[in-house]
């Protein structure tokens, strides 16, 4: 097993961290009190993250200090001003912000007030996934905890600083993790993404600025303003800086979420983090990010994890949810899989997703399923270069068209071998795949 410098989960492993005596004896909301006793400044603190060279950690990795310092001058801009918390986590293979917020809810409310603080806000909105009760209710206990004991509320910690928060459950649809989809459902609306500009900074919740962030983003946030930017970006890359939480599923031996540094290699994380393949099976490919991320195959295994190297191969860091997959998988059911997800999930707001999502699945499902014909496979890639990049108010369009032209370009002999024998190669002999319900 790697040994690594650690911070993020170090309080989620001791027992009852989640209240707040445990919490707090160690090292939970010490930097707020640090920031609020010594009266450092808003500024002082977005400088110091800006420096650090945070990225967001719910997968476009934009610099958060830049984004914090995006907000309007409450001089010039009296109105008021929001956080928002984005903790809907539904990408599929995504499961960190779970854990912390299970394992460890006062460092991440922490996090979330000192966020506030730099932003200048006195509303946090933590939009929780529908699913995730047991978070849910950690975050609820702990919010309680931090407000009996003056964490939360007004004057907190006898200083100036006045700040609310409130927890939202979403509905279960993965749209409504994209920021102004969040938006307009804690506004009590369809989740339907607002085309951008205007940016949720100048126009987010309610028509006042916001500031949209991950869970895993604010949870960096107290280390940094405690042990300073250069501890920081003494960890991981020069432009992928501190530790992340990297997610692993699929055929390992050691499936879980872990805390490694930026840069440590995918193989490094299969191997010496994982335990390697199942089953003493070949790797065959890889999704570095989650299913939005495009595949990648076996050869790609010593790329670092970190968003440039990640890049050059074409694919994305996403968050960091790296989906193994054995010789035994088939590259097309994977993927009539992921596009069904993505033709459920699109909100019908631009014909290209909408359209476009059900057709992959539907040429997915039928190559998968003995139907498909030769140009179905081009027809995918046609398809896909009609969504993205970058067409559509959001990503999600992408998120569906980025794994499929990975698929084919990575795998489109296995995509030809299911059209010449007319079935999957890989069904076992006498045997069929199920169909899912509503597919074509
Ligand atoms: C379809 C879609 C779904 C998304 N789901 C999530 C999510 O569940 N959690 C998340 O933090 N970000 C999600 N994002 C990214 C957010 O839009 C946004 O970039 C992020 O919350 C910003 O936080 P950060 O800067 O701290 O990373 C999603 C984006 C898209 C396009
Ligand atoms: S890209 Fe898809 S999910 Fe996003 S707004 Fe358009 S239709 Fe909706």
Redesign the pocket.
Known sequence: MSNYPTYLLDRAKITDAHTLAVAQKHGAYEALRKVLKEGISYAEVIRVVKDSGL????????S?GM?WSFMPDPVTDPRPRYLAI??????PG?CK?RVLMEQDPHGFLEGCLLSAYAIRAKVIYIYV?GEYRAPYNRVLAAIAQARAAGLIGKKILGSDFDCEVWMHKGAGA??C??????MESLEGKRGH?RPKPPFPAAFGLWGQPTT????E??FNAPFIVLRGAEWFKSMGTKTSTGNLLVGVSGHVNRPGVYELPFGVSCREILEDVCGGVWKQRKLKGFLPGGS?TGVLTAAFIDTPMEHDAIKQTGSMLG?AAMIVMDETACMVRAHEIIARFYEH?SCGQCSQCREGTQWLHQIFHRIEHGKGRMEDIDMLVTLSRGMAPAKTI???SD?AAIPTLAAVQHFRGEFEDHVKQACCPFLPAGTKRPVFAGAH
């Open positions: 990225r967001g950690r719910g997968g476009a990795g934009f958060t984004k984005n903790a809907d986590e539904s990408e995504t912000d996934r993965y749209i993790g994209e920021e102004t989809g969040l993404p949209v962030n991950n869970v983003t604010v939005s968050t999930e959001c990503a999600l998120a």
